[in-house]
């Protein structure tokens, strides 16, 4: 009963914020190829996030090799500048840590905040926040699968893929890789 009642939810919400995926390019390069298969000569030298495009692309030197729907923070334009304000932060980071074992399917840590980003929040008397992740849904809802894209942007500040993308993630993207968070 609540597996229905919450795909129902989803539904509902879904029609409500799709507009925002429809207005963004949803194009996904080799969507269907496993990344392992489009590694055989090469290496991911960075990853890059187009918020405005709900895109997150693994780069091989300057080839894309393959990009991902992703969700954001819950409020994505703009830059993070304190926590608790959902937004997604832009700017160049690295791939810091990795978890499988978190409230979402798998994480790949993001190293925000930076220096700049400190500096930035302790001028304004604030906190900058962490704990910013690529990560899959939230595990109690893994049964919905792709189906819970219909919610939009919905993390804390994060960048959201689909389990099995971030499987493939977490198995192939080294820690330090570099990640530009791109408007």
């Not at 690529?134 to 819970?148: E, L, R, T, V």
Request: charged letters at 25%.
């Amino acid at each position: 009963m609540q597996k229905a009642l919450t795909f129902a939810l989803v539904l509902i919400v879904g029609s409500l914020s799709l507009a925002k995926f429809s207005e963004a390019s949803t194009a996904q390069i080799n969507q269907d190829v496993p990344l392992k298969t489009l590694l055989k000569d090469k290496k991911i030298t960075s990853l890059r996030a187009i918020k405005s495009e709900r895109r997150l692309e693994v780069l091989g030197g300057d080839e894309v090799l393959k990009s991902y729907q992703i969700a954001l923070g819950a409020n994505p334009k703009g830059h993070k500048l304190q926590e608790g304000d959902k937004k997604t932060p832009e700017g160049i980071y690295t791939i810091n840590t990795k978890n499988a074992a978190s409230r979402f399917h798998k994480n790949l840590g993001i190293s925000y905040p930076n220096a700049a980003d400190r500096a930035r929040a302790k001028a304004r008397g604030v906190s900058p926040g962490g704990d910013i992740k690529i990560h899959g849904i939230p595990n109690q809802f893994s049964y919905m699968g792709k189906a819970f894209l219909k919610f939009g942007d919905w993390t804390d500040g994060c960048i959201s893929v689909m389990d099995d993308e971030i499987d493939e993630l977490y198995e192939l993207v080294p820690l330090n890789t570099r990640i530009e968070i791109l408007p």
